[in-house]
């Protein structure tokens, strides 16, 4: 049984306190990096998080917040960069971020393998 299809907690009602219910929608599909900052924090506290996560990493989400990450072109990215040629110490900082999501991904059992989710560079 995929993790996507597996039933919900039936503990967790699905329209209380879900934050993805109660916020705009657009927050969790915007452009701006600071917006979709903004999503995963509030993500954070989400019954459903993992549940989430798991699904978009089977679907290969092409973008968006999902369960706590940032997905572009159906990969997790630590972060959403701005346009236009990233700073030195940004690439360092990213590179930082990157290892951070990969041990958010591991705590979650979504990647046992590198082939399991596509992290991108």
């Known amino acids: 049984m995929s993790l996507a299809l597996a039933p919900l907690d039936v503990s ?3 329209e209380a306190n879900l934050p993805c219910r109660k916020f705009d929608p657009d927050l969790w599909f915007s452009d701006s990096p600071a ?5 995963k924090s509030l993500c954070g506290d989400c019954p459903l998080r993992v549940e989430c996560l798991a ?3 089977e679907r290969a989400e092409p973008w968006g917040v999902w369960g706590g990450e940032i997905f572009e072109r159906g990969a997790v990215v630590p972060r959403k960069r701005p346009r ?3 700073r030195k110490e940004d690439l360092a900082r ?3 971020l990157r290892v951070e999501a990969e041990a958010r991904l591991a705590a979650s059992g979504l990647s046992e393998s590198r082939n399991a989710v596509r992290l991108a560079a």
């Open 35 to 39: 917006q979709l900052e903004l999503a």
């Open 55 to 57: 699904g978009a990493v």
């Open 94 to 96: 990213d590179a930082e």
């Open 84 to 86: 236009g040629r990233p």
């Open 12 to 14: 967790v009602e699905v």
